[in-house]
């Protein structure tokens, strides 16, 4: 394995890679930069920061100069397009390819050199049509995805082509719904499904699951964050990783049926049915009834919109046929790590309350 480097990492703020920061920092040999338009507040103070706008190619290049990368870690991406028909969470529609493509183009010619090593691009189980409807499963590394647009896909060629010309080599990651503790950050599964919780706890409601049937009861999956961030450290690392792409995801597979009692006890609710309704419909008046729940427990003063994205519960919820993805590549290039998926859901759940994020 490498033992040492200087990582850039591009689109700091985001879930999948917050905990690299913390992983890369406390490695020996390695020093840690993030890159993104605004600094986080919270960013620690050992690893540096450069603010660049990914669109100009100019600003990429003052951002990086005399930066000396060896790796650079990429999960930006473009705002979202206007293609989705799916509003108004739109990551779950067609997202432009373009602004996408010269995002990563601008940020590896401003950082092209001879010490650069390797690159490392998170893309995403959307690879395989999972937005789209029922995908053949388990899916597997060498499928071939399905029909574009998907800036994954271009990415991926860009790597291919760009890797062949030079001494660097690549790497990207296809995790499925990454959760981990997000403070402020409402595009996380867990944290949506703890507001409506308390929103039917504060209203005297069971809690009805409110997904479609099919999804209650067929197989999932999920990415923990840091299952992620050990992945592709990893994959910066590990001779093995090279020129490939990885499936990453716990390990596991889970069924909402056998995880949701465990949520409703978690909650201190009473067990619903399964009730399919859109939450973007029905949680659109309830700002005012979150603002309540809020001040009543103590809560860090996040409106709900910073918490909770109904658009992306709906899409996850909606899957009525099996997610599964193979780990099988990755396990035998020599990444063993595996996360219990419903301890994981109830682990993270409490660490959201700890937090006072929920109550």
Known sequence: MTDGGR?????????ATRQLVALVSATSGWSLTGLSRTPPADWPADCGYVSADLQDPDSCRRAVAGGGYTHIVYAARAKHALYTTMAPHAPVGIEDVGPNLTMLKNIVAACEGPALKHIHVVAGGKWYGIHLGPFTTPARESDPGHMPPNFYFDHQRFLETESAKRSWTWSTSRPNIISGITEGFGTNLLSTLGVYAAICRHLGLPFDFPGKPGNFTSLQEMTESTQLAEAIFWMCRSPSAANQAFNVINGDLFRWETIWPRMTEHFGLKPGRVRHFSLVKWMADKAPVWDEIVRTHG???????????????????????DVISSMTKI???GFQRIVDTEEMIIAQLAEHRALRILP
């Open 299 to 321: 809560l860090k003063p996040y409106p709900i919109d910073r918490v909770a994205s109904w658009g992306f519960a709906d899409f996850l919820l909606g899957w009525d046929y």
């Open 7 to 15: 990582l850039l990492l591009v689109g700091a703020t985001s879930v």
């Open 331 to 333: 396990r035998q290039a």
